[in-house]
Nanobody
Framework: QVQLVESGGGLVQAGGSLRLSCAAS????????MAWYRQAPGKQRELVAS???????NYADSVKGRFTISRDNAKNAVYLQMNSLKPDDTAVYYC????????????WGQGTQVTVSS
């Protein structure tokens, strides 16, 4: 069974920082693309950052320069360091794991709430 478990969310004031963690099990972690998505109330889920198995990273324009994604294959974990947080960053953040094949399986965590106060 595949499990993705997020942690590290919470309440922080604007300008503050949080670090999210995602622990994965049941996947061949080293060959997956790992990513963080977020969904704010009333809005669609959006890709925040991704980290391919080959080490390539991508970021949404709204978080470039503020967020950093990293992964530790030895620990089957992916992280999202979030700095200079803004109220617009408030959302539920989800960890995602995807095999890089057509029709490959796609897995999600339950999400962790991040709330940024003004």
């Amino acid at each position: 069974q595949v499990q993705l478990v997020e942690s590290g969310g919470g309440l922080v004031q604007a300008g503050g920082s949080l670090r999210l963690s995602c622990a994965a099990s049941g996947v061949i972690f080293s060959i997956t693309r790992m990513a963080w998505y977020r969904q704010a109330p009333g809005k669609q889920r959006e890709l925040v950052a991704s980290f391919s198995s080959g080490g390539n990273t991508n970021y949404a324009d709204s978080v470039k320069g503020r967020f950093t994604i990293s992964r530790d294959n030895a620990k089957n974990a992916v992280y999202l360091q979030m700095n200079s947080l803004k109220p617009d960053d408030t959302a539920v953040y989800y960890c995602n794991s995807r095999y890089p094949y057509v029709g490959g399986n796609d897995y999600w965590g339950q999400g962790t709430q991040v709330t940024v106060s003004s």
